[in-house]
């Protein structure tokens, strides 16, 4: 064992605890602190010739470590909950209406997405919708509009670049 070594070895038995302490207040999970305060030491242990005493201790080193560690992993567990959602949305929503249409109906206000739902999809008239939304039937109309109006600068399709089509098997938004 070199001299390096063994210097490394003293500063990780020396700071374990301390990292692990870290790790618990970061993640609030004991469980997940253990994986990367493991995952801290094996980084360390690969990267010790990068370590550089006249910049930094190595306390603080092994917590900048950790530290990126923690957020590459939880930027991680957000692109797959995001990947695990779109599946989901993706499998409920079936033939009937595409994602793309489905996250532009996300970002209208619910005073916009309801009339759009009941009148295109499930084909309410205005007075139906207006007697559910409780307003009366010339609001229905313009909320309508407006949605509409929102959802096709949404897809593009107003200003003639990207133009997507919507739902070409129903005709429907």
């Not at 990068?50 to 692109?79: G, V």
């Not at 107003?158 to 005709?171: A, H, L, M, P």
């Amino acid at each position: 064992m070199s001299r390096d070594d063994e210097q490394l070895s003293h500063w990780l038995h020396d700071n374990y605890s301390f990292l692990y302490a870290y790790l618990i207040k970061l993640t609030l999970h004991p469980a997940e602190a253990e994986d990367l305060a493991h995952d801290t030491v094996v980084r360390c242990i690969e990267r010790f010739s990068q370590y550089r005493p006249e910049k930094a201790s190595f306390s603080t080193w092994m917590i900048q470590i950790a530290t990126n560690l923690w957020l590459d992993k939880k930027r991680r567990k957000k692109r797959e909950q995001q990947y695990l959602n779109r599946q989901q949305l993706e499998w409920h929503l079936g033939e009937g209406i595409g994602l793309e249409v489905a996250e532009a109906l996300g970002k209208l206000g619910d005073h916009h997405r309801v009339p759009v739902v009941l009148k295109y999809y499930y084909g309410y008239s205005y007075e139906e919708i207006a007697a559910i939304c409780q307003v009366s039937t010339g609001t229905v109309k313009s909320r309508l509009h407006h949605a509409m109006a929102n959802l096709r600068k949404e897809l593009g399709e107003d200003e003639g670049q990207n133009r997507r089509k919507t739902d070409q098997r129903s005709g429907r938004v």
